[in-house]
């Protein structure tokens, strides 16, 4: 008799445990979050402070192709770096989307331009930013702010005019960096080492 009402009471209390409200909330507020960065120390200080907030369950990889070849479930945003290695992140949009279906679909950049911007967003991102972005900026991104305004048009620098050039380019070639440096008249690991670098900016 002991027994069975020890049994009676545990069974009670998981159930009250599965009816408890904040109990449901908490799991229905917890939102899949993919970061796709090859910088680790940046992906496992934005997977700290998501988590900490209670309502995110991160997945990092460093390859787009990686998290494409991973099983996958529809996921509420995926972070996405514009350039990972030999990879750039717009050729992945489109495949990503596919097989996560995030609501929001968010290009990270170092290299941030008019001509690569216009093609992330074509492609299906949501919205961009250019790094390095603070974590109020991503989360502002992640519930749904409408995308940066326009451009403000200044004249631009010798630089900014060959880095918009460069993306203008690249953006033509679908982002393919081997027909992108032919038709700038360059070696391929020369424009490679010009996209590594930071866009310059804008004062």
């Not at 192709?65 to 972070?79: D, E, G, N, T, V």
């Not at 596919?98 to 950049?109: E, G, K």
């Not at 010798?158 to 070639?173: G, K, S, V």
Request: hydrophobic residues 40%; charged residues 25%.
């Amino acid at each position: 008799m002991a027994a069975r009402s020890a049994g009676r009471k545990a069974a009670i209390r998981s159930q009250r445990s599965l009816s408890c409200p904040w109990l449901r909330e908490r799991t229905q507020l917890t939102k899949p979050l993919l970061i796709i960065d090859d910088d680790t120390r940046l992906t496992a200080v934005l997977e700290r402070r998501f988590t900490a907030t209670g309502n995110y369950s991160v997945t990092t990889f460093d390859r787009a192709s990686s998290a494409l070849a991973a099983p996958a479930q529809p996921c509420y945003a995926i972070l996405l770096d514009m350039m990972i290695d030999d990879e750039l992140g717009l050729e992945y949009i489109s495949a990503l989307k596919d097989r996560y279906q995030p609501q929001h679909l968010i290009i990270m950049t170092g290299y941030a331009s008019i001509a690569t911007t216009v093609t992330a967003m074509k492609r299906g991102a949501t919205d961009y930013l250019a790094k390095p972005a603070s974590f109020n900026e991503l989360i502002s991104k992640l519930e749904g702010q409408p995308a940066t305004a326009a451009v403000e048009h200044k004249p631009l620098t010798a630089a900014q005019a060959e880095w918009e050039h460069i993306q203008r380019i690249l953006a033509e070639h679908n982002g393919n960096i081997s027909r992108t440096a032919e038709a700038l008249g360059m070696h391929r690991r020369s424009l490679q080492r010009k996209l590594q670098k930071h866009s310059p900016t804008k004062k």
